[in-house]
Each structure stands twice: as structure tokens, then as C-alpha cells.
């Protein structure tokens, strides 16, 4: 649906809606495990949350279709994932807490070794350390002079990521990578991919020019490998959007990234899942929209490990009931992606769903995972389509038509 | 699917299509009745029928979307909803079967009341009888003079409610409403929302001023409040768009005139439950689709009365042998959207279908309500896609493609 009429159907309310979020929660069967992740976890909590819920799938984007969490997170906050498509550089930007303009053209730096030839000998230069990385940051900001028009901003992020902002009139992101993705061969030239940007693509190869002198007394960082380049844009708030006062707790920067990206107030000062939930309980009197990000599922996820993602959702079972004495007038859990331990990676599988609110349908589902999911009362929906539903069942959206 | 495409693929035929549109038939659960509505509902007819049918769940608009009648009908008639998405005036006029033209722009009249320094104190001037509206719609038709091209009908609907027709050529729709939505403040200027409308919105003006003159000496009924300013257009009908000589059996005018914007013929003359199924069997040698409207479960819902709608479903079970006894070649009972008594409104949640024909699939379904149809070989589909799987399964549709 147009997000215009959406937004045209808004009725002003004090309804509280929760999304808790577990980053990669959707698994596959591991049959030494008997079942996957959410199968096997013991959750006495989730499950009977559902049983008293409106249950089914997410597909994170579109079948069969990985999604990084950019574009997983956007679609759970109902921004079209296609046309919403961030860019990496404004990703790891957004993730450093760096405030954007719509000046800004920025790019993910890689500190790498290149050899006397210029072949690149280690991409990611030793994964130098925090502190390394902060001081060749401010050695370059130091000395570099491009055009008087432009400013340059190099900002740390961690270990060999750095981010190049470019601020300025008229610039473009259409930039071509000039990681060359492998080692052994020479760092691509920036090249413009379409004749608009063929100012931006000049003072790149500037920058990489006077970057690759500024190093050449370093040992490990000796050069700059660019990535993701794009042009910032303005998002529209979901206050803009769903008239949704909207707070995010998140314990990791790309997803408070994120959060902002779409006008969310952040928190910054959380870390553990105690934390998390604490932060809510703390706010809940503020704010009308509650994204609660849980991470540790896709790491864990990610790392192979089946049990410590089990122990994972066994812990957020356990802080539920805190969630639940809120009485949010809508509560949903679900993940952004699948990260099935099999796999070791993000993966493209639907994830399990539960919408509570006094207005839900109750189906049969009595159990929170991938295959109990299946016979829920949502069906199997795209994930861009949670938030009108959340909308409604917050009583926050009037009649379409007469 | 194109529209367009769909027509290509028509083929004649004899068959014969009923829709029984149990108009807000869908509900949620309440607790303290067991179930939602068509669950509680003892109707051995309609269970009969899923058993041997393909059953699912209508989407009508768009997740979370919560439609009104307009919309839910003309997506169950396979029009898109978003694309027709027609005005209030429309409605209403084709509500009490005035015949409009497309040189017509139409508008809803609210009479109101304001007081000496011109606010409004009453947006429906103390609900007038029917009589009075009837007099005073004859008192300004009898005393209107705007231009000479232009010329304007004045037609009550009932209570404060009626309708405006401008006739004439060149026309828009792009006016704002005049009715302010609030008491205490003074009606909206009539405004032109694109140039292209000035003319049309000046005609209004002077429209608003010579009927408050008009009304200056009416106790109650002093004024014109506007809104749902539309040009009427022609819409494809059915015959057109699927080759069907359409009958709409419906009590209730509105549903009355949506039909006849879709070209049905439109029977006037049934009232009550037991005539609308007598009208069917009476027509159905002579047309090839039947939509037979039911107001009552809508009714009962919008007023809470849950027993109220178990009753009417019921009611409409012991008709159902009389339907089948007719032989259609597909039946299809389903409602237009839901109205959950619990909520006493209009709501977004997607309902039952029951689809029957010699051709369809039969699933595990063997009870028409919410929960029971989500295991459905129909699954949750969008309104709009129902009239092509009718004609399917009337074989009224040849192969796509070579």
C-alpha cells in the first residue's frame, strides 16, 4: 500500500506498541538437535504468548532472498526494502552515531597493506588495533587538502573500518568500489558510473592519491580500500509516517544506525539484555513505539553455535513477563532475518510471528517457531506489511473509503 | 492482473456464478461467547457446503487496512479498490438510485445549523425528520440560480443528510469539503484543490451563499455543510470486464448503487431475508451472476450485538438448501470485510470464504469461520482476485499463453 495513504488514514492515539526484535531468530532443523533453534529452546513465556496471539511467517524481503539487516530492519519498520536500499558507507556512518547531511556523499573505508608495487597484500592491514585505527583517522585528517568547496571528514570505526564522508554541493554516490575484493592485485581506480558524478569521482582519486602518500611511513596501514559509496538522503520519520513517537534500544551502533535513519529517538547507554528490557520499562511512559533490537541470536547464529542461540531465546523468554506488566496495547515478536545455526549466516527461510493485542484473531498456534508459525491467522506475510497491522491493531488507523 | 489481459481470456458460457455477500460477516473472538461470532453460530448448512469446498481467507483491501463499504465491494467484484476508491457524493447518490451522468460533479449535503455571527452549532441541525429534509431540498431547488450551463439537483437522502449535483460540462471534483468537522467554528470556503477546478469551486461559492440566504429563515436547517466532492465516472461493467448479465439482489441502497456503477441490473423491490432468496430463484433463469447482498450481520456487528449476528448468520444457514438447490455452477458465500461485534466497527481482519464448484479443490476445512478457513486451499487472498478464480471455476476463462 502507498505509504502516502497510510499515512492519510492516521487517528491520533495514546496506544503503546513494542516490537522486540531477535536479530536472526528464524532457524532451519538440525537433526542431531531435534529441531531448530526455537523448537528445541525451552520458552513457556513465548509460547503462551502465542497461544493467545495472531501468529504466522515474515519474509524478510522476498522469496528467497538473503537480506543484510539494513534492508531487514527497513522492512519491519514498513519502509520498501527495494527503494530503501542504504548504502554501506551510510550504514557504518549512522552505526558511529555521525550526524548526516543531505550534502554528504560517504563511503566505508578499509585501511589495507599494499606492497611496493601496489598490489594489495592483506585487506584488512593486520586488523589493526581501536587505537591504531583512531590515529591514522586523525594523521590523514590532518593533511589532507582537497578542493576549498569540499569538506573531508575521516571518522573511526573500528579495527581496519574507517568512514570517509565528502560534504559539499552537488556531489554523487555512484562511485564504483575501489576494493578489488582480493589480494594480490592493485586497488581499482574510483570511477564515476554515470557522467554526474564524474566531479565526486575526481576528488576521490584525489583523496586516494594524497591518502596513499599521507600513509606511506605506516607499516600495516599503508592505504585506503573504498567501499558502498552513496549519497545521503533523508528518510521519512515514522512520526512523519505513522505519527509514532518511536524509541530504540539497541545494544549495537549499526541498528541504532538505523533506528535514527528513520527519526527514532536512540538510547545509547544499554548493553546487556538487562539493560534492554530495564530501558523499556524506564521509557515506557514516553514513547508510543518501542523497537527493542536483541542481537545475540545472530551472533550466536552466526558462529554456528545451535545451544548458545537456544540459551539466547531462553533468555528473553525468561524477561518477557516484564514486557507483559507494561500492558503495550500491542506487542509483537520477531526477528529481522533468519541465521540458522546450520548455515552459519543469514539466510532467506520465512521467521516465526506473534502480534498480541486485545483485537488480534487467536488461531491454533500454540508454540513460537518456524513450523508451529505456519498455521497462524497471518499467513505468511512480507515483513513491510507488519507495520499497518501493528497500526491497526493499535487503533491507530480510520475507515479507507466511504 | 491486468484487467485487460483477464477480458482476453473470456470464453461464453452458460454457467452460472452466486456471490452471498454476508456483508461484515468476519469477527474476532469474544471471550465470554467462546469463539468469534461465526464460530458460536450452529449453522449446519454453511459447514456442509466448506466441507465439500475450497475455502480460504479474503484480505479485503490491504493488511491492516480497515475498509469501508465502497472499497470491500468493489475489490469482491474484482475492481481495484485503490483505483476505484469512489467519492462520499458518489455513494450517496447512487445510494438512492439517482442516475448520474459523467458530466455530474457531486457532493454529500450535511444541513446544519449556525448561529448569527455564521458558526456552526449544529453540524446535523438537530437530525431533521425526513419530511423537513424533503421540503427544504425542494425549497432550494425551487430558488437556486447559478449559471446558465450549469444545473443543479438537490436531493435528500434522509434525517440531515443529501446529495448535490452539478451538471455540466467541464466540471471537477477537486473542491475541498466546506464542513468543518467541528462545532463553533464557521464553515470551509469552498476551495479549488487544482486550477483546472476554479470554475467549478466558484459555482460552489456562489452555490453556499445564495442557499444561506435561502435557509436564512429555517429554525434548524440554515445552512450547507459539503463534502466528498467527486466527478462521476464511468466505471467497466461486468459485463464488459467478464461477459456476465449481473443481478444485484440488496435491501440496502448503497449496495444497491455500488452495483449499478458496476452495470448489474439492480432489483429494488426485496426487503427482507426471505425475499432476497426468492428473488433469486425467481431470476435465475434469466442472469449469470448473482450478487445477493445481507446487511444484517454488518448491522448487528456495528451495534455490538453478538447474539444478534449469530442469529442472522443462522438465519442465512437455513436459506442455504435453497440455494444449492438452484445448482449453481460456482456458489460463493463470503462478506465484504469484517465487523467484529466486540469491536462495533468496521475492522481490518481478513474473513472466511467458502468457494464451491464441481472444479475446486477440496481441503480439510469443514467449518466456516476465521480460524478453521486458514488451513484453506483458497489461503489468504486479496478480494480483488476472487472474481477471476469465480470465472475459473465456471470455465469461463481459456488458457493463458500458448
Redesign the interface.
Known sequence: ??PN??TG?LTPGTSKIVFIILDGVGGIQMEEKGGTELQVARKPNLDQLAEVSSCGLLEPVSPGITPGSGPSHFAIFGYDPFQFNIGRGILEATGIDFPLTERDVVARINYATIDKNGKVIDRRAGRISNETNERICRKLQGSLRLSREVEVIIEPVREHRAVLVLRGEGLRGEIEDTDPEREGISPLEPKALIPEAEGTADLVRDFVAQSRKILADESRANMVLLRGFAKHTRYPSMKERYGLNALAIAAYPMYRGISRLVGMTVLSSVSTLADEFKALADHFADYDFFFLHIKQTDSRGEDGNFDGKVAVIEEVDRYLPQVRALKPDVLVVTGDHSTPAKMRSHSWHPLPIILYSQ??????VKKFDEVSCI???L?K?PSV?L???????ARR??????
Open positions: 500500500m502507498d495513504l497510510l488514514l483485537y488480534c484473531l487467536v488461531d491454533p498455521g497462524g491467522a499467513g506475510m506489511q507495520m499497518p497491522l501493528a497500526l491497526a491493531h488507523l480510520t475507515k479507507f473509503g466511504a
